[in-house]
């Protein structure tokens, strides 16, 4: 009974794996995009491209591969232990 209110832990890197961090108690139901917000100023990632747009990254488990939705609740989408990689989005144009 009580394994949906404890937190998930998950490891996290950046997309050249230059800056990585361990997250601990990360809640089931924080999305993916609460998420992601934290793990931006915890490994000092940039929020902005060169020119001062907005960067939004997106996220993919290593596990399989598969980018997560920004939508998608931590605990549906990721299972302690997993590994996630943060990937800036690029909007070609």
Aim: aromatic content about 2%.
């Amino acid at each position: 009974m009580g394994s949906n209110e404890t937190g998930i832990a998950l490891s996290v890197s950046d997309v050249s794996s230059q800056k990585m961090a361990n997250v601990k108690d990360v809640s089931p139901e924080a999305t993916v995009a609460e998420l992601v917000n934290g793990l931006l100023r915890q490994l000092n990632l940039p929020q902005q491209d060169v020119e001062g747009r907005p960067l939004t990254y997106g996220v993919r488990r290593q596990r399989d591969g598969l980018h997560i939705h920004a939508s998608e609740r931590v605990g549906e989408a990721l299972l302690p232990g997993d590994h996630i990689v943060l990937q800036p989005n690029v909007d070609a144009g």
